[in-house]
């Protein structure tokens, strides 16, 4: 039997790192997606326990520069490991 895919953790992971890697802070993310920093925050830190609606994960993606297929991609990719060595500060 086929491993469960966690899309809504995939798409946490996907959204930090995509707005990280874009230099888009909470702030600057919402402010294109007409919305505010704390519903980013909520989407990224689990606070958020499901996926946003088809037209929002569109609006999302589009504000990343990617698709809402790769927002959902279970593919953990050097890509990923990469951004976070690079951009993601560690506490």
Avoid: W
Avoid at 41 to 49: C, I
Wanted: hydrophobic letters at 35%; a positive charge; glycine letters at 4%.
């Amino acid at each position: 039997m086929a491993d469960e895919v966690d899309y809504l953790e995939n798409f946490r992971t996907n959204l930090r790192l995509l707005r990280t890697y874009k230099g888009l802070s909470k702030t600057g993310l919402a402010r294109k997606l007409k919305c505010s920093p704390q519903y980013i925050a909520a989407l990224e830190n689990h606070n958020v326990k499901k996926i946003p609606s088809l037209e929002k994960l569109v609006e999302i993606a589009e504000a990343l520069g990617t698709t809402p297929g790769r927002m959902l991609d279970v593919n953990a990719s050097d890509f990923h490991q990469y951004i976070e060595r690079k951009y993601i500060p560690t506490d």
